[in-house]
């Protein structure tokens, strides 16, 4: 396959973003009442509004006939139907798979995958069953109350996610805790309130031989025998998840309680998959499966809808006419809803974890941008702090907003104001504020002279700013399940455009293997090889400055 800058529309591509950098998104609005129905579509309760963003008719051709040459439809199709795409590891990636139809079969190897699924499913319900209705007791009898997850990146950011943001449907006197950082201050502060003998690990990990969480969980298990002072307990009290059986035995905890899934789900696409056991126990299984509902809705629509009315391949393509040809390097992520606080970290380790990349999965030096630095919260938080830098710094930084019609909690009109913000950040953003409209204010303000001329450079707003606009109708397990699925998809499109293998992620391994290197020294031990004098420096100085207990 040719490369992503040798494709036949690259150059048509960048001659058109000449002549679109200096077009005023305001002028395509005024020239167009339509503009608004043009570029927006609903699917799966999701309305994507993509018109203000410096794009024409002719943009979303050009990108289209990139996303063919590309051949984008083909990649859609092998990834359904469980062809290895996951070149380097040489494994299929299956997440649709767990929220397929059941009798839709998907086969790796041959062999139909949908039975297993359906089997963990069904192991999940009873399990998460028994906790919530209390049949499940800790080993003194009692209910249990607290869940805490052990497990990091994709076996946490995920669950941690969509159980903060569903946290409407707990149930009450179950309460959810996650620990993930191997700084023994996360599963300290997290255990303190909590009584071992209502207290429930599950220790998520699909190798189980993660540094972090066999720590963690290590921890636990001291803490949990502590109190209770009985081996027996573990079984109680640990749940696994993992495609380690070995090891997981090894640990102590009962393969019964063991929840399996697959080397075709990739960590960070995970949360579908047993890895959502956490998500179960909070909200029902019913609305689990509402969840994996709303996501497969986004998964037939993204495999159905024609490229030009698809939303994951829109918003794909608009983020890459920003990175490739606008020279934009990052990309905001601003739901206006507490409840998805944790989708900008969430979409971090999902985007730049698969698309943070510079050698196509063909092993060729990549010579263009590819996955942008994703970041963002929740708003109106950060209005008050970064907005500045989107507003009137150098960089161009396209923005996903995102938003509930309807707030699980409206207090007064406390929404309303939330929407407001929400409605008048990308409007701020496309309008900006000129030179002489920031002069006229001032002057009808009283202001004068230089300190008129000065203030006036300090208050004007570029503006033309891009941003897509994303509402739903209330934050729901199904809607946030199509909202995963879409950013999902996206990630996907943009891999498969930049020519990369979107699904490893070997990038996270040469720092573990250093620290790996350098733990035996900060116990005193000898080094297994030199360091620069910076890091032998700093170890020296660890080492002098460490109390001894
Ligand atoms: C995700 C990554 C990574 C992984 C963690 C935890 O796609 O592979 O974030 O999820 O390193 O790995 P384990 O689940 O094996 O502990």
Not at 194 to 199: F, Q, S
Not at 436 to 461: D, P, Y
Request: aromatic share 8%; hydrophobic share 40%; net charge negative.
């Amino acid at each position: 396959m040719t490369r992503f800058s040798a494709s036949p529309s690259i150059p048509q591509l960048q001659q058109h973003w000449r002549q679109m950098a200096d077009v005023q998104m305001q002028d395509l609005f005024a020239s167009d009442p339509q503009r608004f129905e043009r570029f927006s579509l609903e699917a799966c309760g999701i309305l994507l509004d993509y018109s203000k963003n410096r794009i024409r008719d002719e943009t979303l051709g050009l990108l289209g006939q990139l996303a063919e040459e590309r051949q984008l439809p083909t990649w859609i199709q092998r990834m359904f139907s469980g062809e290895a795409i996951n070149n380097t590891e040489q494994r299929a990636v299956l997440h649709v798979a767990l929220r397929n139809d059941p009798a839709q079969p998907i086969r790796v190897n041959g062999e139909d995958v949908m039975p297993g699924v359906e089997r963990v499913l069904g192991q999940m319900e009873r399990l998460s069953e028994a906790i919530r209705n209390g049949s499940w007791s800790g080993h003194g009898g009692q209910r249990i109350t607290d869940v805490v997850n052990i497990g990091i990146g994709g076996s946490n950011l995920g669950p941690l996610m969509v159980c903060e943001a569903l946290r409407p449907y707990w149930q009450s006197g179950l309460r959810l805790h996650f620990v993930s950082n191997v700084d023994g201050t996360h599963l300290s502060e997290t255990l303190r309130p909590l009584k071992a003998e209502t207290t429930l690990f599950i220790v998520a990990s699909k190798t189980f031989t993660t540094q972090e969480t066999l720590s963690n969980a290590f921890s636990a298990r001291a803490w949990l025998l502590d109190q209770l002072h009985d081996e027996q307990a573990v079984a109680a009290h640990f749940i696994a998840i993992s495609t380690n059986r070995a090891k997981v035995e090894a640990f102590g905890i009962d393969s019964n309680h063991m929840l399996e899934f697959w080397d075709w789900v990739g960590g960070r696409y995970s949360l579908w998959s047993a890895i959502g056991f956490p998500i179960a126990v909070a909200i029902g299984m019913d609305r689990f499966r509402q969840l994996l509902a709303g996501a497969r809705c986004m998964d037939q629509h993204f495999r159905q809808a024609p490229l030009a009315a698809n939303m994951p391949v829109i918003l794909a393509l608009l983020g890459i006419w920003y990175s490739n040809f606008a020279g934009a390097s990052s990309q905001a992520i601003l739901p206006y809803d507490q409840y998805l606080r944790y989708l900008p970290d969430y979409l971090q380790q999902a985007d730049m974890e698969s698309n943070g990349k510079s050698v196509t999965r063909d092993g060729e030096a990549v010579d263009y941008p590819t996955g942008p630095i994703i970041w963002g919260s929740a708003g109106t938080d950060g209005q008050h702090a970064y907005y500045q830098l989107i507003h009137q710094g150098g960089h161009l930084i396209p923005c996903d907003f995102i938003a509930p019609v309807n707030s699980h909690n409206e207090l007064g009109d406390q929404h309303l104001k939330l929407i407001s913000n929400f409605l008048a950040q990308p409007e701020a953003l496309m309008r900006g504020k000129s030179a002489e409209q920031a002069r006229a204010e001032l002057e009808a303000a009283g202001v004068s002279g230089e300190r008129l001329e000065l203030l006036a450079r300090h208050k004007t707003f570029p503006g033309n700013r891009p941003s897509n606009s994303l509402m739903f109708d209330r934050l729901t397990p199904e809607v946030l399940g199509s909202l995963i699925a879409l950013y999902e998809h996206k990630i996907f499109v943009q891999g498969v455009l930049w020519g990369l293998n979107s699904y490893d992620q070997w990038g996270v391994e040469l720092g573990k293997e250093l620290a790996n290197r350098i733990l035996p020294e900060l116990r005193g031990e000898p080094g297994q090889g030199r360091h620069d004098s910076s890091t032998q420096g700093l170890i020296r100085h660890f080492l002098q400055h460490r109390q001894s207990d």
